[in-house]
């Protein structure tokens, strides 16, 4: 993984603290990245409610005003009654239901219009004011750029699911996750960065560095790999653990062709290969605790990944009750809000590990 260095504090024997500038901006974009959070928050309950293709078009501008009227309403409801998704599964839906998934759909577009508009505008006045170093200027207005695409990947996964399908593409559903989560991760460390400078006493061991990238990475691979299970609907089988209805591994795993395909299109491989790294996750992030209590490590280093040893507790202990209990939204809902805390849990030790030396060496790259 590239790091995203934009900010480097001159080298110094003493310990350095965030201007107030760069605090104003850190805090902005502390705020920013809560927002993409609680997006990705709402964009799990629009999918489990199966209400992402209530809106049938894409207007940027346009679409900021809902429905007004009941003229307004019979149109849209029309428009949804024309894919296959209503005729497959919500043949006998009314009105009043149609609403209740449309208002989850046109919230999660409007919190997005609403996340670009908390970075636009700040970002000009930082810059205007003279609070935000130049240097830094091109890397925010290229994270920007990819927020804006980001609603256009979102439109291409709407589409997936208006014309052939009744749901959208898995593969679809998940660039779309993935690219929130880079987007989040990489606003997230260069907020680290502003808000955090001060350099430690010493530095952390390469290898724990090492550790927490490696830990870091197989979070986001078993994130993704949530992603399949969503987008395949593979949480509504299988529902027991630790076995699979009494089996280690499922008899029904290899049902794609070809057989590379499995973990994408087969269900029970979904849900199979997702409790197995959910599982190593919990695992690898446990032995980097335990092996972290024999190090001499900063305080603020050592105290993050004790938190990130709760997190992932608590996110497996999330991941099996939405399992047993069959997917309840607030439960389902608690699960993707903590696959993304957890990998906050992770970056935030790993920003910590990168404290350059107060010999002045640079710091490591992510």
């Known amino acids: 993984m590239t790091s995203i260095a934009p900010f480097s504090p001159s080298v110094s ?22 927002m993409i959070f609680l997006m990705v928050m709402i964009g799990g309950g629009t999918r489990l409610t199966e209400s992402g293709l209530s809106i049938t078009e894409w207007q940027p501008i346009a679409g900021v005003i809902p429905p007004l009227s009941d003229a307004d309403w019979t149109r849209e409801f029309d428009h949804y009654k024309a894919i296959p998704q209503y005729r497959a599964i919500h043949a006998s839906m009314t009105l009043a239901e149609f609403k209740t998934i449309f208002c989850w759909e046109y919230v ?18 930082f810059l205007w004011t003279r609070r935000l170093a130049w240097s830094l200027a091109p890397k925010l207005a290229v ?30 559903l998940v660039a779309h996750l993935l690219a929130a989560v880079a987007l989040y991760i990489a606003i997230l460390w260069v907020a680290l960065d502003l808000g955090f400078p001060r350099m430690s006493g010493h530095a952390a061991p390469p290898t724990v560095r090492r550790a927490l990238t490696s ?5 986001l691979i078993t994130l993704a790999a949530g992603g399949f299970v969503a987008g395949l609907r593979a949480g509504y089988l299988y529902n027991t653990f630790p076995l699979m209805n009494g089996y280690v591994v499922p008899p029904d795993y290899a049902t794609a062709n070809p057989w590379y395909l499995n973990p994408f299109e087969s269900l029970a491989a979904a849900q199979f290969d997702h409790r197995v790294l959910a599982e190593l996750t ?16 900063p305080p603020a280093l050592r105290n993050s990944i004790h938190v990130m040893a709760a997190i992932v507790t608590l996110q497996l202990s999330l991941g099996i009750a939405t399992l047993v209990l069959v997917v309840p939204l607030p439960l389902a809902v608690a699960h993707q809000a903590g696959a993304l805390l957890l990998v906050t849990a992770i970056l935030v030790p790993r ?13 490591p790259a992510l």
Request: hydrophobic fraction near 55%; charge should be positive; proline fraction near 3%.
């Open 351 to 363: 920003h910590a590990a990168r404290d350059r030396k107060i010999d002045g060496s640079p710091r």
């Open 13 to 34: 024997t003493v310990p350095e603290s965030a201007s107030r500038g760069e605090r104003d901006v850190a805090l902005w974009l502390f705020g920013c990245a809560a």
């Open 143 to 172: 994270l920007f750029v990819l927020g804006g695409l980001q609603g256009a990947l979102g439109w291409y996964m709407v589409r997936s699911g208006l014309a052939d399908r009744i749901e959208v593409s898995q593969y679809r």
């Open 108 to 125: 999660h577009r409007l919190w997005g219009r609403l996340i670009g508009v908390a970075f636009a505008v700040p970002f000009l006045w």
């Open 215 to 219: 830990l870091l990475v197989l979070a």
């Open 282 to 297: 919990w695992l690898g992030a446990m032995a980097t605790w335990l092996w972290s209590l024999r190090l001499d490590l």
